[in-house]
């Protein structure tokens, strides 16, 4: 994680980037992680507490489509995972300085692995859209 967050804070303090994008992908096999059961033992711990990480992301995407089928549930919560990664680069103080300044723009993608389209979440409307349409 420490190494992460330093190229975050180089990123954004020392290269001035302009933008950074969050891109989830279709079939991911992190969040397909996130709905199963996981006994911990001395070799999956540190998996489990990267698989914390999402809890937010299980507990909203069953709340919200918990009646849908798997495969649907699984691509919201890839793409619930890249907004709510954007959420959290918002905590650290460079990045929000830098976006409150208006030069950092932050960017939520999913990519679909099988047809190659790139989705981006419109702010505005709360959806992800195709990038070739923009």
């Known amino acids: 994680m420490l190494v992460q967050v330093s190229a975050i804070e180089y990123a954004v303090s020392h290269l001035n980037v302009t933008d950074i994008i969050v891109c989830g992908h279709s079939d991911c096999g992190a969040v397909k992680e996130l709905f199963l059961e996981h006994t911990p033992n001395n ?15 299980k507990d909203i995407t069953l709340e919200s489509v918990g009646d849908k089928p798997f495969t649907f549930q699984r691509d919201y919560a890839e793409k619930l995972s890249a907004v709510n990664q954007i959420k959290n680069l918002l905590t650290y103080p460079a990045v929000k300085r830098r976006v409150e300044e208006g030069n950092l723009f932050l960017h939520a993608w999913h990519y679909k692995i099988d047809t190659g389209e790139v989705y981006y979440y419109d702010d505005e409307c709360e959806e992800y859209k195709l990038l070739d349409e923009v």
Do not use: P, R, T
């Not at 070799?43 to 992301?57: D, M, S, T």
């Open 43 to 57: 070799e999956n711990h540190n998996i489990i507490n990267w698989l914390a990480l999402g809890k937010e992301v």
